[in-house]
């Protein structure tokens, strides 16, 4: 796995925010993979969030951001995935957590509901903050199971 590579992925409803935060991710001289969308036509969010699935399931990425318009529904998509867990934050705290507690390994956003320096807040503390394991090592591999 390339612990360098972040992928990032959006539907419509987060284009600006993506783009905004693909310039955070190469000032941190990370590798960006980006997995779309480049345009504001309207598609589906399933396909992003199936996309970046593949792309952190596979190695090519070690960890991923995806945004929508409110980030619940890219967020659903990809939790379909036992590999992926995707936590939809709101700000620094949970995306702390998700971290600390959940080992998240993609950060979901809502590009329509949240500020462009508060995400760019929830992102870097996502990749600021390591996994605590312990008593969450447990929930983690409990989750990551299929159902």
């Keep these: 796995m390339s612990d360098d590579t972040i992928a990032i992925a959006c539907d419509h409803g987060g284009l600006d925010l993506k783009e905004l935060l693909k310039k955070d991710l190469e000032a941190r001289g ?46 659903i998509a990809a939790n379909r995935h036992p590999e992926i867990r995707a936590a939809l934050v709101h700000d620094a705290f949970t995306a702390r957590m998700s971290r600390e507690h959940n080992d998240a390994n993609v950060l979901v956003l809502g590009g329509r509901t949240t500020g462009p320096g508060v995400a760019q807040d929830c992102l870097a503390t996502f990749l600021d903050t390591e996994f605590e394991g312990g008593r969450h090592a447990r929930r983690v591999e409990k989750m990551s199971r299929p159902v």
């Design 30 to 75: 990370l590798s960006v993979l980006d997995l779309g969308t480049n345009g504001t036509e309207s598609v589906d969010y399933p396909d992003f969030a199936n996309a970046m699935a593949e792309t952190v399931k596979s190695g090519k990425a070690a960890r991923g951001v995806l945004i929508c318009g409110t980030g619940i529904g890219i967020s």
